[in-house]
């Protein structure tokens, strides 16, 4: 009977054990299970992160892209407009000058061709 009870005491030990371990590999399971979803929601939010990372970069320079046209056309206009306005005082002042330099002017042709003299 002894012997009986040793085997049984040593059968419910082994149960255990087995218990034991199939509840640590449930508890590894349910862990691994946990930081795969942990991992697969970080992966997510980098992917949102970047997106929105790269649409205001897009936006950003779209931005830089329309004040460097619009400077452009500022700096193109205000050069036009003073080659305009010095030309046009260069020329007015040189027409007001043109009796000190030109004795007689000869038009040849219907063109308006000039020969200063």
Do not use: C, P
């Amino acid at each position: 009977m002894y012997d009986l009870e040793k085997r049984l005491q040593e059968f419910e030990q082994k149960r255990l054990e087995s218990e034991h371990k199939r509840i640590e590999a449930e508890a590894e399971l349910k862990e691994e299970k946990h930081l795969k979803s942990i991992v697969e929601q970080q992966a997510i939010q980098m992917a949102e992160q970047r997106r929105h990372f790269e649409e205001q970069q897009a936006s950003q320079m779209a931005e830089q892209r329309a004040h460097y046209d619009n400077m452009m056309m500022q700096m193109l206009s205000y050069i036009t407009s003073q080659s305009a306005q010095s030309s046009s005082d260069h020329l007015d002042k040189e027409v007001l000058l043109l009796h000190t330099k030109v004795d007689l002017v000869v038009t040849l042709g219907v063109d308006g061709t000039a020969l200063w003299i």
